[in-house]
């Protein structure tokens, strides 16, 4: 019998209140209208404590989000309609401290005025007591090995060690959001490793460089004869993954229908092989990175709303570089270290106005060009220290720090991820552009064209500028 909710909204009523997170709804005034068996359930209070009352158990102490409901209902003019990731530590009727997480939408009718809002919250207090168990945030800094050589001691980095380490604690689903360059691959993997799952596989897929139709082959795996092309069994992602993590890269790269099969499997644990008829029991703990900002996907209709609030149960942002300048030094002394062991170089440092310049850049590309940059210093410089000159023009010249950060300004995601592996290739040949393309997989000739393009300096030609 197929379901109607226009005929019998108490199936959508039953739906709701069957959902482990808490859902409410407010008017126009802020007083509730609705308070789901989830919510009751976290918080203890019965929707006979709640109807028709004003929004203020959501409002503790230290609330730094469900507070502002009664602006977004004020201001329906506002940029946003949303209030994402809102944090709170309010008081359960017995008396005992909750941390919630969630979000608020505001409800409009068709003539744009706000008739109340909705919102969905998450009890995280296990999270964050497991967390208050972990040793203090010095001995995080140091602990170098278990954080992926993540390297910092600055406030933004300390607040992220906390984090990941949260992550770690439970098989919470995790979105790692942030800019290119800043480090969310090491930031997974160093969620893995100090996870319950460490000693089962870690496996990656970057959503956004598989064509779609072999994206879902790749993820779920096939039987032989599902498709032209299908000659054999294969397994997929999800299964060869099974009791460890999986990491979908570039997640708002992927089509809505695939997003659809994932959110089945992610809910239900289940993954279903193209072409098969059965599906199969999977025990996979997914992590998600992005540099993309998925809420205008959704707001365009590119990303489905149900997926992302998925996805994105537990949010980790990674600080750019230009946040956490004071970490700069720190980083050019771990990468000169790294450089002079795989170059078989004794570098014991950097020079004062190398370094001064350095704090000065603004780090579009973030870490990953600062290490770039160092790696660029060791082809091109010969001396025990690296000066100056021996820095990639843009960073070096301020005035091609302008231009070059005007183009990459007006640049995609993807030309600047393309420049930058141009750009490594060239390094490691020390400018040799057969090579180059050689190791980029390309002609000679399109590498030229690329580099041109793109306006890329070549290695070694700089210095005699």
Known sequence: ????????????????????????????????????????????????????????????????????????????????????????KVLAKRGHELYLHGNVRLLKDGQGTVLGAIGTFADLTSYVRANEKIAVLEEQSRSRDIFQQMVGKSAPMQELFRKLRMAAQSDVTVLVSGESGAGKELAVGAIHALSHRKDKPLLAVHCGAIPETLLESELFGHVKGAFTGAGRDKEGM???????????????????????????????????????????????????????????????????EDFYYRIRVFEIRMPSLRERREDIPLLVEHFIAEFSRSFKRDVKGIARDALHRMLEYPWPGNVRELR?????????????????????????????????????????????????????????????????????????VTLWKKIKRLEIPIPGKEKNR
């Open 1 to 88: 019998m197929d379901l109607d909710f226009r005929k019998d909204p108490s199936v959508l009523t039953a739906m709701v209140d069957s959902m482990a997170d808490g859902v409410f709804t407010v008017d126009a005034r802020g007083n509730f209208v609705a308070w789901s068996k989830g919510a009751e359930r976290i918080t203890g209070y019965s929707a006979e404590d709640v109807l028709g009352k004003p929004c203020r158990i959501l409002e503790g102490a230290n609330c730094k989000g469900f507070g502002t409901l009664d602006e977004l209902l004020g201001d329906p003019s506002r940029e946003t309609s949303i209030l994402c990731d809102q944090e709170c």
């Open 238 to 304: 999800f299964r060869v993954a099974d009791g460890g993590t999986l990491f979908l890269d570039e997640i708002g790269d992927v089509s809505p229908l695939l997003q659809l099969k994932l959110l089945r499997a992610l809910q239900e644990g289940e993954v279903r092989r193209v072409g098969d008829e059965r599906a199969d029991t999977v025990d996979v703990r997914l992590v998600a990175a992005t540099n993309r900002n998925l809420g205008e996907l959704v707001s365009a209709g590119k990303l489905r």
């Open 372 to 444: 770039n940059a160092i790696e660029h210093a060791f082809v091109t410089g010969s001396g025990d220290r690296i000066r100056l000159l021996d820095l990639p023009l843009e960073v070096r010249d301020p005035g091609a720090t302008r231009r070059d950060g005007a183009r990459r300004e007006s640049s995609t995601d993807e030309e600047r991820d393309e420049r930058e592996r141009i750009v490594t290739a060239l390094h490691r040949s020390a400018g040799n552009q057969v090579r180059a393309a050689k190791a980029l997989g390309v002609s000679r």
